[in-house]
């Protein structure tokens, strides 16, 4: 793979990004609404529930997330509403965005369908796993977890969509890979920021493959998703497992070992488990 055509690719998104020309995703619809309405001080849950409402699949996976053992609760809810008033308005925001967050990894083109049905698979046990350490080892928001965690790689996502139009980089596997590691973090950043996603979050999806970071204080969110993707590469050939995990200051703040498997430990993996038949319904 010649470094001047990874170099004169990567220079050309990263321009176009500069001046405004890079096509870059938007939530879907009723993710905005619901965020909008939980900002509208006059607006209800009451009101978020009806917006809620008008997607029968999402309405319904909500009350199913609202009686999960997630929730940690044994009365039945069976109203949009009442799942919404359960949750409260932060978690509403985070699990409605990450419901319809699949619909962003969908191809345009058969080109691109099987690495975006890969990175969307990638990205849901990145959340998941996300959401299991949040839960056990932070006191952060589960949920921010998760949908950090599956909006980790959405900075590959305009890229892709750039492989469709440049032969020469769809066609070699190994420089589509390399413009993507390289370029997919600062797009990332790009695209929250857009999307008006609080400064944390957008840390996190900036920082996630940077081993090296280090912060005062307790767990952040970028910590836990370094981590969590970490996990999520184990038993794989990924580059990110020929690093030395044992200096990744990621592992300590969470106050985990780096040789643990999350997956197959009983509560986290339950968890985990859990949250991907959640967002797979």
Known sequence: M????????????????????????????VALRVRDTLEDENASLKDVAE???TDAALSARLIQVANSPL????????????????????????LVTSMVMEQMFQATSEATDTRLRALWTHSLE???????????Y????PSQALLCGLVHDIGALPILARAEEVPELLADEALLDAVIRD????????????????????????EHENLARAHDGPADLADVVTVANLQSHLGTGH?????????????????????????????????IAAVKVA???
Not at 138 to 141: G, H, N, S
């Open 126 to 136: 990145v959340g998941a796993i996300a959401h299991a350490l949040a839960s056990r």
């Open 279 to 281: 967002l797979s319904a």
């Open 2 to 29: 010649p470094d001047d055509v990874k170099t004169r690719i990567i220079d050309e998104l990263l321009a176009d990004l500069e001046q405004d020309r890079l096509v870059l995703p938007t939530l879907p619809e």
């Open 239 to 271: 580059p990110l497992t020929r690093e030395d995990w044992s200096t990744v200051p990621a592992f300590d703040k969470l106050g985990l070992a780096a040789d643990i498997n999350v997956v197959e430990m009983e509560q986290t993996g339950d968890d």
């Open 183 to 206: 370029t997919h973090a600062s797009l990332g950043r790009a695209i929250l920021e857009r999307w008006h996603f609080p400064p944390e979050q957008v840390t996190a999806v900036a």
């Open 138 to 141: 932070t006191r952060l928001d």
């Open 51 to 53: 917006v809620i409402r």
């Open 71 to 94: 929730m940690r609760t044994s009365r039945t809810i069976d109203t949009v509403e009442g799942a919404v008033t359960r949750m409260g308005g932060n978690m509403v925001r985070n």
